[in-house]
């Protein structure tokens, strides 16, 4: 097997698919981790992400390999909202897309509002084409065609 190109190495989402770092995954299977997010903008906020190193969800094409993982990250992320914080009354599951994106390594947010505190919100906004996408959206933007 070959060694990780240097970039990947230094990532630190690469570094937690491979399970070299002490974070506690609260779901790992053979194409995707999930885990808390170190900086929590809602009571639950965790993080799903490939094991593949994609940088980003503009890297994600009408293909139905994407789409499938796309799809996967999501309904994981729901599984474990719905496991966690079964009396949360609104969850948000969504990308920062670039130049927002803070890890260069694609990621879903999953959160259990409300924010926390209340200005993060700010953080998953949508604005045009940069800023937060919605999972939902990014699966109609990439579902293939028949």
């Known amino acids: 097997m070959a060694a990780a190109p240097a970039s990947q190495s230094k990532c630190i ?3 937690i698919a491979s399970k070299s770092t002490s974070t506690t995954l609260l779901y790992s299977d053979d194409r995707i981790v999930a885990f808390q997010d170190i900086s929590p903008s809602a009571e ?3 993080l799903v992400i490939p094991l593949e190193h994609i940088p980003s969800v503009k890297d994600l094409q009408k293909r139905p390999e994407d789409y499938s993982l ?3 990250m999501l309904e994981v992320g ?4 719905r496991r966690d914080a079964p009396q949360c009354q609104q969850y948000r599951f969504g990308f920062h897309r670039p130049p927002l994106n803070t890890v260069g390594h694609l990621h879903l947010h999953c959160l259990a509002l409300p924010y926390t505190p209340r200005w993060k919100f700010i953080k998953f906004l949508s604005v045009g084409s940069i800023g937060f996408l919605e999972a939902d959206k ?3 933007k990439i579902k293939p065609s028949l």
């Open 13 to 15: 989402f690469c570094q």
């Open 70 to 72: 796309a799809s996967h």
């Open 138 to 140: 990014l699966l109609e």
């Open 44 to 46: 639950r906020h965790y």
């Open 78 to 81: 729901q599984m474990l909202l």
